[in-house]
C-alpha cells in the first residue's frame, strides 16, 4: 500500500490520537520526546523544531478581545494579526523592519522600542507624491491601513516571534461612507421623485426606499472591506515571508524616491 503525504497527516494525527485516548502515552511530553518521536517516522529534526517553536510561539502571543462592535457585525473586522517565526536576533529584525517600511512601504515610525514598532501612513509630500503614482505598481496596502504595529520577542536562539497587528478602521469607516452616503443621495431623489411625481404618500415611499439603500449599502461596503482586507492580509504575509526566507528585503524596482536620489547624486 502507497500512502500520499495528505494520508500521512491523517494517519499520524489518528494513529497519535488512539494511543492518547487510551492513556498509553503521558499527557505531557518534553521537546527531545516530541523529536524522537518525529524521527522514529521520517520527520526531519529541523522541521520539527520549527513547528515546536510556532507552536511555543502561539502560546505567547496576547489573547485579542473580542469585537462585538455594530461596525463589525455589519462590515466585518477591521483588525488584522499575522505572527511567524523568523530567523535572526530581534534587534537585526527590527533595524531591517524600520529601514524597509520607511523606504519601501512608504511608512513613518511613531513608536520605536525595543521589540516594539508602531507605523503610520507617511504624510510627507514625497511619500504622497510616491503612493500616488506607483511607478511600480506596488499598491502600498500596507501604508493605506490606519496604523501597522510589530511585536518582536526572542523565541529561542537564533530565532524570533514576530507578530504584526494592523488596524484598517479607516478604510472600513471610508468604504461605508462612499456606500451609504452615494446611494443614500440617489435614494433620497428617488423618493423625492415618487412623492412628487408620482403623488406617492411620503410615509410609504421614505420608509421603503430608506430600508433599500441601507440593505444594499450594507452588503456592497462589508464586500468591499472583504477585498481590502484580503490585499492587507496578503501584504503583511508577504512580509513575513521575507523575513521567514531571509531575502533581502528591498524590492526589485526603486521607488519613486529613490529614482530621484539617483536623480540628484548624477
Known sequence: MRVSRDQ??????????LQFSRGETPDVLEADEVLRIAEEVGLEGRFVRQALAEVRADALLPARPVDDSVPTRLWGEA??????????????IQA????????RESLRCVRDRPGQLVFEPAKDLMSHIQRG???????????KARSLGIMIQTLEEGRSLVSITADMSNQRWGHAAGWYGSLGTFGLGS????ILGGG???????PAVASSVGLVATVGTSKTVGVQRHRLELAVQGLLDRLERGFEMAADRPTL???ITDLLEE
Not at 8 to 15: D, F, M, Q, S
Not at 133 to 143: C, S
Open 191 to 194: 423618493a423625492l421623485g415618487a
Open 133 to 143: 503614482l506607483d511607478f511600480g505598481g506596488r499598491g502600498y496596502d500596507l501604508a
Open 257 to 259: 524616491r529613490e529614482r
Open 96 to 103: 531591517r523592519l524600520a529601514r524597509y517600511l520607511a523606504e
Open 8 to 17: 500521512l497527516e491523517k494517519v499520524i494525527h489518528r494513529a497519535a490520537e
Open 200 to 206: 406617492l404618500p411620503a410615509l410609504i415611499v421614505i
Open 79 to 92: 483588525i488584522l494579526v499575522a505572527a511567524r517565526v523568523v530567523p535572526g536576533e530581534p534587534n537585526v
